[in-house]
């Protein structure tokens, strides 16, 4: 679970956004102003960032503050699991990312698959759809939403691509340093159980 500290301060810079898209009168966007400033001065406070990085990532968002979709595809091969090493970070991960606007997260999933690891797949199957802020994971400034979703391959090779530089399987057993921020060891471990138990049914929190 994420600190306290975060999850408040998360929730005020919702709030404050939420209210400076909705209200017209200009005291209240005054007063959802200083909440998100006060937001921000929290992140970074405890988050040891600095408070302009964190309003210039604010200052993006607008509307109605819902949470982010992440995609990640499960491809199994031989009781073994695909995952790709993040370039940035030279960390391992299931191959995936942000949704797209205007694709579906099947469409999503194949595509970064094709991108970061080659291969043309085709989603088949919902495993997993995991609340970020109860895994584990580092602190993150917004709310996300993973969505783990079986993959077959249909054709391809595996070949790196611009934010990936290796792309392997591993066996359970072999688990190599992984990117916590975009899945957990705990994560990992479950898709296996997936994989020896067909019907099991998905994951959600």
Same mark, same amino acid.
């Given at each position: 679970?994420?600190?306290?500290?975060?999850?408040?301060?998360?929730?005020?810079?919702?709030?404050?956004?939420?209210?400076? *898209?909705?209200?017209?009168?200009? !005291?209240?966007?005054?007063?959802?102003?200083?909440?998100?400033?006060?937001?921000?001065?929290?992140?970074?406070?405890?988050?040891?960032?600095?408070?302009?990085?964190?309003?210039?990532?604010? *200052?993006?968002?607008?509307?109605?503050?819902?949470?982010?979709?992440?995609?990640?595809?499960?491809?199994?091969?031989?009781?073994?699991?695909?995952?790709?090493?993040?370039?940035? #970070?030279?960390?391992?991960?299931?191959?995936?990312? !942000?949704?797209?606007?205007?694709?579906?997260?099947?469409?999503?999933?194949?595509?970064?698959? !094709?991108?970061?690891?080659?291969?043309?797949?085709?989603?088949?199957?919902?495993?997993?759809?995991?609340?970020?802020?109860?895994?584990?994971?580092?602190?993150?400034?917004?709310?996300?939403?993973?969505?783990?979703?079986?993959?077959?391959?249909?054709?391809?090779?595996?070949?790196?691509?611009?934010?990936?530089?290796?792309?392997?399987? !591993?066996?359970?057993?072999?688990?190599?340093?992984?990117?916590?921020?975009?899945?957990? #060891?705990?994560?990992?471990?479950?898709?296996?159980?997936?994989?020896?138990?067909?019907?099991?049914?998905?994951?959600?929190?």
């Amino acid at each position: 679970m994420e600190p306290k500290w975060l999850l408040w301060a998360k929730q005020i810079q919702g709030i404050a956004q939420s209210g400076r *898209a909705f209200s017209k009168d200009p !005291f209240d966007q005054e007063r959802y102003n200083e909440l998100l400033d006060l937001s921000a001065d929290i992140l970074a406070t405890y988050g040891d960032v600095d408070t302009e990085v964190v309003k210039a990532l604010f *200052a993006k968002e607008s509307g109605y503050q819902t949470p982010k979709v992440d995609v990640r595809g499960v491809i199994f091969q031989h009781g073994k699991i695909l995952l790709v090493r993040e370039k940035a #970070e030279q960390k391992w991960s299931l191959p995936g990312g !942000f949704c797209d606007v205007g694709l579906s997260a099947k469409e999503n999933v194949e595509k970064e698959i !094709f991108e970061e690891a080659g291969f043309r797949t085709k989603a088949s199957k919902l495993l997993a759809l995991y609340d970020m802020q109860k895994h584990g994971h580092p602190p993150q400034p917004f709310h996300y939403y993973k969505v783990f979703l079986q993959c077959d391959i249909m054709n391809g090779t595996a070949s790196r691509g611009l934010e990936t530089d290796q792309v392997m399987f !591993f066996s359970k057993s072999e688990l190599p340093e992984l990117s916590t921020s975009r899945n957990t #060891e705990e994560q990992i471990l479950s898709m296996f159980a997936f994989m020896s138990e067909p019907n099991r049914l998905p994951y959600f929190d």
